[in-house]
């Protein structure tokens, strides 16, 4: 029986991309969980938003979350709800340009 592809979501491909252009730190976790090991690492480093932070959590597994100026996100939730956020607003790209008024003769 042939499987079907998983499909994928433009709105959460346009949030990716738009997650490419902000920085990125990678740590590892340690003793910590993830997120308090990003909350820790973002205290220690003064890190300002937006960023992308790459925990490793062991050998196979890696979280990723976003620290935004509402605080610190799920990068996968970001990626489906990047309109929510302001500071990734700057970095979209400009699909819809408003283009110079179009001059209309009169009849």
């Known amino acids: 029986m042939a499987r079907r592809r998983k499909r994928k979501s433009r ?4 949030g990716r991309r738009i997650l490419e252009h902000v920085p990125q730190y990678s740590l590892e976790s340690g003793e910590d969980k993830p997120v308090t090991a990003a909350r820790k690492f ?6 300002l938003p ?6 490793k959590r062991n050998e196979h597994t890696t ?15 970001v990626e489906e709800n990047h309109f929510l956020f302001p500071s990734l607003k700057v ?8 283009s110079e008024p179009v001059a209309v003769a009169a009849r």
């Open 11 to 14: 709105r959460r491909q346009e």
């Open 42 to 47: 973002i205290q220690a480093e003064g890190i």
């Open 50 to 55: 937006p960023a992308l932070l790459l925990v």
């Open 63 to 77: 979280d990723r979350y976003f620290w935004a100026e509402k605080g610190l996100f799920g990068a996968q939730y």
């Open 91 to 98: 970095l979209e790209s400009p699909s819809t340009t408003p």
